[in-house]
């Protein structure tokens, strides 16, 4: 047998079939029970060979075999080989990312809870009359109960246990109940306008297409979802909706429970491995009629899949970022393919490789251009503040808009992605800055805890009263974050409220809730946050909707940063003007004629796109050609580095023709978390070729003895 383990290494591990289990019989998928060195693993049957390339006697029996059943669906299994090909990882390794915490562990597939006892009808069955024993039998002759049920009604585990052993009770599991077709919907379906329309019966069900809908915010995008939806469970078939991390919240969910009476199941990374398991396993038995979650449920089995939505396609978090390094996003088209299913992939700013596909028609491309109902778009404007002078980083023409907006009963919405008070602090004496120990970057200032604080690992300190340096009490916080402004405007607008949405604030779970409760409450107010902020929320008071810092964006080193930087002022501008009233964006930069802001505010997002698709062909860079990142990582920069440099020869050889290397460089941040950080950028614009390469060059890496505390990963279509 051969069986995929989740260890490091990129091959399969001979076993033979347990002690009286005869091999041919089990099914490719199932889990089982092996030896491995001095430990014991949870591995996955993979194929049932009886011969192996070591001689049959030195092999080692499984211990065991865990399931009858795959407990992955065929479909996704292929997808998990596929997988692991593509991303260069570990079979057994991507198989366990599929897998659900508690079958990892090797628990049994069974869910404790839909264990249902019955009595075994048996004429001598020597109980006292009027005995407990007698009473619970009695009952579960009528019918069968779970054991909440029987513990409930005041009999205990023992007793169970008692009629079990004496052959008089039996445990089964009811077969599962689909949800019911009829009366599907709880509230109408809106009356689709000519886009919608269009984009709805645009997609076919029950075959493969992928679709682009390309669709502002606000203009009804989710409503077209909702819609497909509903054809696909008139079908009796499932949909799956995948939204960024961010964009889970309470009010999308409610938004899907609202319209439908089948039940919605909801998978995240916060839910307790059991809580998962039990959604994981209703979905796999078509009880369910849609599966809502964030990146990793992708791999929810489903027993009759009929349409896969990804909502926000272009958001970074689809794409894993350590370890199995898959972006979801790609996966979603390929598993619709398997599946002949169709697949939708929403976006008010859709990603240079999304809109690539459907220029070259690979994707069928709707557009929804208008705002639904009666919204209006709105009216976008720069505050050049390059001969302005700020106060705390606000100009004096934007104070004077917010205070406007706010006597007239509005909401204002701030949008600043910098969480904490200042992003550095400065000695203005020696010029000594505050930086984090362990990475490089700067400390930010957080004036509520008098702490310094890295924003890219756990470290943080006391924020020192004087420089570490010149004992100088003139230390200066540098810039703003949303911290520093929510104190600036509680000064400046005292008679209203200031809602402050980031990370820190918004720490626990009903703080959020909170906050969205008291805005939707739509007393004129102030809200000031990071991308917490700008996603997915809908806050139809909001009509002045201000950005304090686009710059860093228009200057990012990385080849993505204009991309996102467009995205992202698309997604906060969409936050204003979504009801009745109109909205306005103030931009401030001090590079209101900078190119691309400019095509920005010209013409959108659309033109931005194609132009910067422009820019990718002409530098070859994806969409256009392909790109995997070796990276080499150890505290010391020297072992880091010339290991790559060591390594280079090798991957040279393993290169493809048309395959081309660049580095060893260090990274864009080159010390994270005490690890200096080098790469190599392998690329090509043969996909195949690049695959090739990279499969012959693991080969190879796995084999090397690596010096301690020395890490290499492999990415492959980095995010950046
Ligand atoms: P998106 O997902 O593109 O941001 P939504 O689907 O959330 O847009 O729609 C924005 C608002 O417009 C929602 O309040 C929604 O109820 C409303 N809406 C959507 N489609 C229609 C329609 N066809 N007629 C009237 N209102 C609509
Ligand atoms: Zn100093
Ligand atoms: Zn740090």
């Known amino acids: 047998m051969r069986v995929a383990l989740p260890v490091p290494l990129r091959r399969l591990f001979d076993y033979l079939a347990p002690e009286n289990t005869l091999s041919h019989t089990l099914q490719a998928g199932v889990r089982l029970r092996v030896p491995f060195g001095r430990q014991e693993l949870i591995g996955v049957l993979v194929e049932c060979s009886e011969?192996?390339?070591?001689?049959?006697?030195?092999?080692?029996?499984?211990?065991?075999?865990?399931?009858?059943?795959?407990?992955?669906?065929?479909?996704?299994?292929?997808l998990a080989q596929w997988a692991a090909q593509y991303y260069q990882y570990p079979l057994g390794e991507v198989l366990h990312t599929l897998l659900p915490h508690t079958l990892r562990a090797g628990k049994s597939t069974e869910l404790a809870s839909d264990l249902q006892w019955r009595a075994v009808p048996c004429a001598e069955n020597s109980l006292r009359t009027g005995s407990k024993l007698f009473s619970l039998y009695q009952w579960l002759l009528q019918e069968s109960a779970t054991r909440e049920a029987i513990t409930e009604a005041g009999y205990s585990s023992a007793q169970i246990k008692t009629l079990c052993d004496r052959g008089l009770l039996e445990s089964f599991i009811p077969t599962p109940t689909p949800f019911?077709?009829?009366?599907?919907?709880?509230?109408?379906?809106?009356?689709?306008?000519?886009?919608?329309?269009?984009?709805?019966?645009?997609?076919?069900?029950?075959?493969?297409?992928?679709t682009l809908l390309e669709g502002v915010t606000g203009s009804g995008k989710t409503?077209?979802?909702?819609?497909?939806?509903?054809?696909?469970?008139?079908?009796?078939?499932?949909?799956?909706?995948?939204?960024?991390?961010?964009?889970?919240?309470?009010?999308?969910?409610?938004?899907?429970?609202?319209?439908?009476?089948?039940?919605?199941?909801?998978?995240?990374?916060?839910?307790?491995?059991?809580?998962?398991?039990?959604?994981?396993?209703?979905?796999?038995?078509g009880e369910v009629g849609i599966v809502i979650g964030t990146r990793s449920a992708l791999f929810t089995p489903l027993a009759r899949t009929g349409i896969i939505i990804v909502d926000e396609e272009h958001d970074n978090s689809f794409k894993q970022q350590d370890g199995f390094r898959y972006s979801a996003r790609d996966l979603t088209v390929l598993r619709a393919q398997r599946e002949n299913i169709p697949v939708v992939l929403g976006s008010a700013t859709p990603s240079l490789e999304t809109l690539h596909n459907?220029?070259?028609?690979?994707?069928?491309?709707?557009?929804?251009?208008?705002?639904?109902?009666?919204?209006?778009?709105?009216?976008?404007?720069?505050?050049?503040?390059?001969?302005?002078?700020?106060?705390?980083?606000?100009?004096a023409p934007l104070l004077?808009?917010?205070?406007?907006?706010?006597?007239a009963g509005n909401q204002v919405l701030v949008f600043l992605n910098r969480r904490g008070y200042?992003?550095?602090?400065?000695?203005?004496?020696?010029?000594?800055?505050?930086?984090?120990?362990?990475?490089?970057?700067?400390?930010?200032?957080?004036?509520?805890?008098?702490?310094?604080?890295?924003?890219?690992?756990?470290?943080?300190?006391?924020?020192?009263?004087?420089?570490?340096?010149?004992?100088?009490?003139?230390?200066?916080?540098?810039?703003?974050?949303?911290?520093?402004?929510?104190?600036?405007?509680?000064?400046?607008?005292?008679?209203?409220?200031?809602?402050?949405i980031d990370r820190d604030s918004m720490s626990r779970k009903?703080?959020?809730?909170?906050?969205?409760?008291?805005?939707?409450?739509?007393?004129?107010?102030?809200?000031?946050?990071?991308?917490?902020?700008?996603?997915?929320?809908?806050?139809?008071?909001?009509?002045?909707?201000?950005?304090?810092?686009?710059?860093?964006?228009?200057?990012?080193?990385?080849?993505?940063?204009?991309?996102?930087?467009?995205?992202?002022?698309?997604?906060?501008?969409?936050?204003?003007?979504?009801?009745?009233?109109?909205?306005?964006?103030?931009?401030?930069?001090?590079?209101?004629?900078?190119?691309?802001?400019?095509?920005?505010l010209k013409e959108g997002y659309q033109q931005l796109a194609r132009q910067l698709l422009g820019e990718r062909q002409a530098a070859a860079l994806p969409p256009y050609t392909h790109l995997a990142l070796l990276r080499a990582e150890h505290t010391?920069?020297?072992?880091?580095?010339?290991?790559?440099?060591?390594?280079?020869?090798?991957?040279?050889?393993?290169?493809?023709?048309?395959?081309?290397?660049?580095?060893?460089?260090?990274?864009?941040?080159e010390k994270r978390a005490s690890f200096y950080r080098f790469d190599i950028q392998i690329k090509s614009s043969n996909r195949s070729e690049l695959q090739k390469t990279l499969a012959k060059f693991c080969a190879f890496a796995e084999q090397q003895k690596l010096p301690k505390g020395l890490r290499w990963s492999l990415d492959v279509d980095p995010a950046s």
């Open 422 to 500: 200042a992003p550095a602090l400065l000695c203005a004496d020696c010029r000594w800055q505050a930086s984090c120990p362990h990475c490089s970057a700067k400390l930010t200032v957080h004036k509520k805890t008098q702490q310094l604080r890295c924003h890219h690992c756990d470290y943080y300190e006391k924020l020192p009263r004087d420089c570490p340096q010149c004992e100088s009490t003139r230390l200066d916080a540098i810039g703003i974050g949303t911290q520093r402004s929510e104190h600036f405007f509680n000064e400046q607008f005292a008679e209203y409220p200031v809602i402050r």
């Open 51 to 78: 011969h192996s390339e070591f001689p049959l006697e030195k092999l080692k029996r499984a211990h065991e075999i865990l399931d009858d059943e795959p407990p992955l669906t065929p479909v996704l299994f292929e």
């Open 358 to 395: 459907a220029m070259h028609n690979r994707y069928q491309h709707w557009r929804l251009t208008q705002r639904a109902g009666n919204a209006k778009p709105p009216t976008i404007e720069v505050i050049d503040t390059n001969r302005i002078a700020l106060t705390e980083g606000i100009s």
């Open 510 to 600: 009903k703080s959020l809730h909170d906050a969205l409760e008291k805005i939707h409450q739509g007393n004129p107010s102030l809200l000031i946050g990071t991308q917490m902020l700008a996603k997915g929320h809908h806050f139809p008071h909001v009509t002045l909707v201000v950005i304090l810092d686009i710059d860093s964006g228009l200057f990012s080193a990385d080849f993505r940063g204009a991309e996102k930087m467009g995205q992202l002022l698309e997604q906060v501008a969409g936050r204003a003007g979504r009801a009745e009233k109109p909205g306005r964006v103030l931009i401030q930069s001090r590079y209101a004629e900078h190119p691309l802001l400019r095509t920005l």
């Open 223 to 285: 409503e077209v979802y909702l819609q497909l939806i509903e054809k696909v469970l008139t079908r009796s078939e499932q949909a799956l909706v995948l939204v960024p991390e961010i964009g889970l919240t309470p009010q999308t969910v409610a938004r899907f429970r609202r319209r439908f009476r089948c039940p919605v199941v909801v998978l995240h990374s916060a839910l307790a491995a059991g809580e998962r398991y039990a959604a994981w396993q209703r979905a796999r038995r």
């Open 400 to 407: 004077q808009a917010m205070r406007n907006e706010l006597a």
């Open 636 to 669: 010391d920069p020297h072992h880091a580095q010339q290991l790559l440099k060591n390594w280079l020869p090798a991957l040279q050889a393993a290169c493809e023709l048309g395959v081309q290397l660049a580095g060893p460089w260090p990274a864009l941040m």
């Open 180 to 210: 019911d077709t009829q009366n599907l919907l709880a509230e109408p379906h809106l009356a689709l306008n000519e886009e919608q329309r269009v984009a709805v019966a645009g997609v076919s069900m029950g075959k493969f297409s992928a």
